[in-house]
């Protein structure tokens, strides 16, 4: 699926010539934002994956009109941090900088924009639900500006469409992990095959179960099965990324941590994870991984390889 990059241009934008308040020449750079109050409680650990960009309606006491927030990369992460654009309000539209915490699946969250009159806006919001697939977040907010104006009965209401992995389920990913020349982890002339079966939803993302054949054999194939085990590990959404530069934000996904146990003429087992900024995704054709463990043959340790879709 693509998704236009038009509210992240504009953050960048308002950087140089629209993040100004109540008159005066164009700041250069956005205010910080103000530090956001924490929900009230011992915090909590989330439980809701955040990332992606929450686009709906909000209105206080003088204007109303439409809000984003923008979370990438923020798996498993209280610290909250991305980028707000408010459309309605009566200087012009508003962009910038939004911190918070999460606290279980309620975010506190503070955002700031202006220079020559500095707007300060604090507010709390909740998921819908917990898990991956919550699909809405509504809060309420207040604030004050330098020059003596208030922002009161703030409400917003933001729904995300979720994305949800399904060209990864049945995909085969192949890779050669040794040469005649150059012997790998598995001895010379090695290759294997993953297959991803089935995708769980939990609070981070999705459970990854799947099987591994190794053997000898050379892209395309293995020639000759060795040893065969499942694969296990955690898939987590990272965002809507542009990875070729193009402006096109695509969903990506990164293979958090992942475990093999093979059994067979080569008994192994092996832990490891995708190396930054290997991606999953619908139109992701490699995925880079780093490997530790052991093998029939010798003690893995940050062995990095990759395996080609197929």
């Avoid at 330098?146 to 994305?163: A, E, S, V």
């Avoid at 085969?172 to 150059?182: C, D, E, L, N, R």
Wanted: charged share 10%; hydrophobic share 30%.
């Amino acid at each position: 699926m693509h998704w236009s990059l038009r509210g992240v241009v504009v953050i960048a934008l308002c950087t140089a010539v629209a993040c100004s308040g109540g008159g005066g020449a164009a700041p250069t750079t956005p205010s910080a934002p103000p530090q956001p109050v924490p929900p009230s409680g011992p915090p909590q650990p989330p439980t809701v994956n955040i990332n992606g960009q929450w686009e709906g309606t909000y209105r206080h006491d003088t204007a109303s009109g439409t809000m984003k927030f923008y979370f990438f990369d923020q798996n498993g992460k209280s610290s909250v941090d991305g980028q707000f654009d408010l459309i309605g309000e009566p200087e012009g539209e508003r962009v910038g900088a939004i911190a918070g915490t999460l606290s279980g699946n309620v975010l506190a969250f503070s955002y700031g924009y202006g220079m020559n009159c500095v707007r300060t806006i604090t507010g709390t919001a909740t998921f819908a639900s917990s898990g991956f697939l919550s699909n809405r977040l509504t809060g309420t907010f207040s604030g004050s500006s330098t020059c003596g104006d208030r922002y009161t009965n703030g409400r917003f209401d933001l729904p995300i469409q979720r994305p949800t992995p399904g060209p990864l389920v049945d995909s085969k990913w192949f890779g050669q992990t040794g040469t005649t020349q150059t012997p790998g982890i598995f001895g010379s002339n090695s290759s294997w095959l993953w297959q991803i079966n089935q995708l769980t939803p939990v609070t981070d993302g999705f459970t990854v179960a799947g099987s591994v054949t190794q053997g000898a054999g050379a892209p395309p194939a293995l020639v000759e099965p060795h040893s065969t085990g499942p694969l296990s590990g955690l898939l987590t959404y990272v965002g809507l990324i542009d990875t070729n530069g193009n402006g096109i934000l695509v969903h990506r996904w990164r293979l958090e941590s992942f475990s093999i146990a093979l059994s067979g003429r080569c008994p192994s087992s092996l832990s490891g994870r995708t190396t930054p900024p290997a991606y999953f995704g619908a139109q992701v054709p490699q995925l880079a991984v780093v490997l530790n463990g052991t093998t029939c043959s010798q003690t893995v340790s940050n062995f990095t390889t990759s395996l080609s879709r197929q």
